[in-house]
């Protein structure tokens, strides 16, 4: 909720302007009927300041309205939705400032027309209630945004991330290691690192770390892997060299207290994988790859292996080097999970560059689409020892749709969770620049398979991995038909 003398400024502000535009005043206008300058008649307006008695009584004279309508924190009915807002939460939900718009912006904006504004707010609401729209959600929707008008590159965390390894002796051109930064987190930031703990509990199983801030100690899982520990010391490292202090304590969360705290875990998280994997090195490799008459699949492996990094960490790491060094912008991350002998497969994570690729999340429980190699290399896990990550490769083409993608994808066991399964796919815009930029692709190169979104909503024909009807585009399907013949009828009336 609003403070209290803040939200009266704004609710006074707020009157004056109604009265002042329904009587056709203009502030300079105002301004010469009461004396009071017009700068300070907009300060008022604008809810940053508030007049003292005897200037209200020369506004409430000169505009012909009672002194007690005008201090009054009763609205009318055109400006009371607008009370409802400033007094409720969620100006102070909407991450504002991460897209430059100032709250007394947006509050000018609805007193302009009340009404209206207040419908579509309510309809945001309603749409996000009938969507199962949960907070968190709505922040890791914003946070998405924010990554995507960026093309999901930020330089000043590059350029930290540069600095912290020159200011510690870290060779960025070598693999780092967890020892390396869990000895600057000890001698530097005073930290204790415990991997007994978290064991002694049964139910954090799904957590790979907690930190208590406190005492500044690290318990840690004991059964990560190699590439998890460095992760997350790295993460740690970020939030003490950037001096973030508003932070989350566990990894996962578990709990936030607002959006900050979710984008300062993304700003730790980027800047470990700037750590990890550095760009000048990530850089060369790529271009080196890239260069290949032929596709080896080996060669990628080795690249992803001279890196102390997880597979997701990696593709996560090419959708913020690929737009900037290679220009290579129409790429979607995606992420899958599904529980063994289980129906649905879970689109847990998704990131768009440039414009919102198929496929991205639905939200009508519909069945993704089987012939997609995110899920595919799944299947495939599943149907190996899962001793090693599976992975495929594949041109998508969409049905019904111009746009075509080279989508590589890798699955894994989730270490945490019993019979979970994942995968993590990076999709390219088929387009003469990404045929340009990677030599190997070339015709026929790549297995082509045409594919839909939902099985719900595809139109492909004899479809041997459908486990759904397309009863949703034949509803459609059958809404056009009925629009025709009526159109028909009108016409042979006509």
Same mark, same amino acid.
């Given at each position: 909720m609003m403070i209290e003398d803040e939200y009266i400024r704004l609710i006074f502000g707020l009157k004056l302007k109604q009265i002042r535009t329904e009587k056709n005043l203009s502030l300079f206008g105002l301004a010469k009927l009461s004396g009071l300058s017009k700068s300070y008649l907009n300060e008022i307006e604008k809810g940053k300041k508030y007049p003292k008695t005897d200037k209200i +009584?020369?506004?409430?004279?000169?505009?012909?309205?009672?002194?007690?309508?005008?201090?009054? +924190? !009763?609205?009318?009915? #055109? =400006? &009371?939705?607008?009370?409802?807002?400033? $007094?409720?939460?969620?100006?102070?939900?909407?991450?504002?400032?991460l897209f430059g718009i100032k709250e007394n912006n947006l509050i000018d904006i609805i007193a302009n027309a009340p009404a209206k504004v207040n419908a579509f707010i309510s309809t945001i609401i309603k749409i996000a209630q009938n969507y199962n729209l949960t907070r968190e959600s709505f922040f890791l929707a914003s946070l998405r945004s924010y990554q995507e008008a960026h093309n999901n590159y930020f330089e000043d965390i590059e350029n930290d991330a540069e600095k912290f390894a020159k200011l510690y002796h870290i060779n960025l051109s070598k693999r780092i290691n967890s020892k390396d930064l869990e000895e600057i987190l000890i001698e530097e930031f005073g930290y204790k690192i415990d991997d007994k703990e978290l064991s002694k509990h049964d139910n954090l199983g799904v957590l790979r770390n907690i930190y208590i801030p406190k005492k500044k100690i690290l318990l840690i899982d004991k059964n990560i892997s190699e590439a998890q520990k460095t992760f997350i010391y790295a993460k740690e490292l970020a939030y003490n060299h950037l001096k973030i202090k508003d932070r989350l304590y566990t990894f996962p969360w578990i709990k936030f207290e607002n959006f900050d705290? *979710? =984008?300062?875990?993304?700003? &730790?998280?980027?800047? &470990?994988g700037a750590l990890i994997i550095p760009r000048k090195n990530l850089t060369e490799k790529l271009t080196n790859f890239f260069e290949l008459e032929n596709w080896r699949p080996l060669k990628l492996h080795q690249i992803i292996k001279s890196f102390n990094c997880s597979q997701e960490t990696f593709y996560q790491r090419l959708t913020n080097i690929l737009p900037k060094f290679f220009k290579i912008k129409n790429l979607f991350f995606l992420r899958f999970t599904h529980k063994e002998n289980s129906p649905e497969f879970k689109l847990s994570k998704e990131l768009h560059i440039t414009q919102q690729q198929a496929p991205h999340a639905n939200r009508k429980n519909e069945h993704y689409c089987r012939r997609w190699i995110s899920i595919k290399t799944i299947q495939d896990l599943e149907n190996s020892s899962k001793e090693r990550a599976t992975f495929g490769i594949q041109i998508s083409s969409y049905e019904n749709q111009k746009n075509e993608y080279l989508v590589l994808s890798s699955a /894994?066991?989730?270490?945490?969770?019993? &019979?979970?399964?994942?995968? *993590?796919? @990076?999709?390219? +815009?088929?387009?003469?620049?990404? !045929? !340009? !930029?990677?030599?190997?692709?070339?015709?026929? /190169?790549?297995?082509k398979n045409i594919v839909g979104v939902t099985c719900e909503t595809c139109a492909v024909k004899n479809c041997t991995e459908r486990i759904a009807e397309p009863t949703r585009l034949?509803?459609? #399907? $059958?809404?056009?038909? @009925?629009a025709k013949t009526v159109d028909n009828i009108i016409n042979s009336y006509s």
């Open positions: +009584l020369l506004l409430s004279e000169n505009l012909e309205v009672p002194y007690d309508h005008f201090v009054s +924190l !009763k609205l009318d009915k #055109n =400006l &009371a939705p607008i009370g409802e807002i400033l $007094q409720s939460k969620i100006l102070k939900e909407i991450p504002l400032e705290q *979710v =984008l300062n875990n993304f700003i &730790a998280s980027y800047f &470990a /894994t066991p989730d270490p945490f969770k019993k &019979a979970i399964n994942r995968s *993590v796919s @990076i999709g390219m +815009l088929l387009s003469p620049h990404l !045929k !340009k !930029k990677l030599t190997f692709l070339k015709e026929n /190169t790549f297995h034949e509803k459609e #399907n $059958q809404h056009k038909e @009925i």
